[in-house]
């Protein structure tokens, strides 16, 4: 990869290299979904929105492919993002790499912000503080009074008091001049020192002092079951604006072999007619995820008009609306669809088209209900004319502003 310069002069590094398969659900915890995104997916839109066009580089587990490509895709700052790199056999060694090879693609990075992946519901004004006092000190990190008491155990099986004034609990990001830590991690390297805890501890162990400023008690890091629930409470408590949208769409039957029921080709001895492919079920969600975020509807934003649209497959229609929801800074709480129809039958393929429509939107199974029905042979549906399709889209948005 050729080297490029940059607009801005700093970079975001995450490491997320980390197995922690402590919290359970059977997948390193930053692949888990709080409510309904990938913790990376979080971390990454956190450092997006607060420094907007900044590279962000991940540090991964060789292992951990797919799920990076998945938690880039739930990001609508993937193209802020470095290609990934494998992390080392510790935290320095991840880091260590990361900064290499920031230093090799971009040339006019000044800063580095350093990021832990399971630390996500940092505030943006945390990360722009982080930034300022980076330039204003060459190092500083976010540190948070102890409110607890302390002790230590003792040799004797009992324990004694720890003096807890003045005691401070860091967090991250750790934020540094980028020439100076880059500098002090190659020194330990040569010293033969491997297992600094933190990029604190490391660059005052080459001489920089370090400054704090103001954590926040929000910024936890995700560890135990519990912290998890508590996070994706926190979540949804500020994704309360909760809207309610319909869509409704008819296709009239045509000469075909086939036709698309919820993104999913179905064979048929009629198809559908229409300008785009005709899928009715993905029209009516459309129109009912436009409704729920008041953004028009599927002919405003594709208009038949359009011969680029000619022949479209609807999943770039159902795409459009979901990313819609994620711009203003919002989730699809759920998605239901009922076809309304004599033929085909639906019931075979039903677990299909929920399954399609789940991978289209970017939502858990549990999130999307499909439901057939006939109208009893009464109607144009009764007529065997056509399909009939209608949809509810349950959005979550921010309370306040588009942020994330
Ligand atoms: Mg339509």
């Known amino acids: 990869m050729t080297a490029q310069n940059h607009d801005g002069d700093t970079a975001i590094l995450i490491v997320a290299a980390g197995r922690g398969l402590r919290a359970g659900g059977g997948i390193p915890k930053q692949y888990q979904k709080l409510a309904g995104k990938p913790v990376l997916t979080h971390a990454i839109d956190r450092f997006a929105a607060a420094l907007p066009g900044a590279p962000i580089q991940i540090v991964i587990h ?27 056999s510790t935290r320095q060694a991840s880091v260590n790499t990361g900064l290499k090879v920031i230093n090799q693609i971009i040339l006019n990075i000044k800063f580095v912000l350093i990021h832990d992946v399971v630390r996500i519901l940092l505030s943006k004004t945390l990360i722009q503080d982080g930034l300022a006092h980076a330039r204003e000190f060459g190092a500083a990190v976010p540190a948070l009074a102890v409110a607890d008491s302390l002790r230590r155990n003792t040799a004797d099986g009992f ?44 660059i005052e162990w080459s001489g920089i002092r370090v400054k704090t400023f103001p954590g926040e008690a929000a910024n936890f890091k995700l560890t135990t079951p519990e912290d998890f629930v508590t996070a994706e409470a926190l979540l949804f408590a500020s994704l309360a604006d909760i809207r309610t949208g319909y869509g409704y769409d008819v296709h009239a039957f045509c000469p075909g072999d086939h036709l698309w029921l919820g993104g999913v080709k179905t064979p048929h001895s009629r198809g559908l007619d229409g300008h785009s492919d005709a899928d009715v079920g993905l029209h009516a969600l459309t129109d009912a995820i436009l409704g729920a975020i008041a953004d028009g509807d599927i002919g405003m934003h594709f208009p038949p008009s359009d011969a680029q649209w000619r022949g479209a497959p609807s999943r770039i229609f159902l795409q459009e609306a979901v990313r819609r929801v994620r711009a203003l800074g919002g989730m699809i709480a759920h998605l239901d669809l009922t076809i309304v129809c004599e033929e085909p039958k639906v019931g075979p393929h039903r677990e299909a088209i929920r399954a399609s429509i789940a991978e289209i939107a970017g939502l858990d199974l549990n999130r999307v209900a499909v439901k057939a029905t006939t109208s009893e042979k009464l109607g144009f549906t009764g007529r065997r004319e056509g399909i009939a399709a209608n949809a509810l889209a349950t959005v979550r948005l921010p309370l306040q502003s588009p942020e994330v």
């Open 62 to 88: 060789p292992d951990d492919i797919r799920l990076f490509e998945d938690a880039r895709q739930a990001s609508l700052h993937g193209d802020n993002l470095l290609p990934p790199v494998f992390g080392g």
């Open 159 to 202: 324990s004694e008091p720890v003096e807890r004034s003045g005691l401070l609990a860091v967090q991250t990001p750790q934020c540094f001049s980028f020439d100076l830590i880059c500098e002090a991690h190659e020194r330990t390297v040569k010293a033969g020192l491997t297992d600094f805890s933190d990029d604190a501890s490391l």
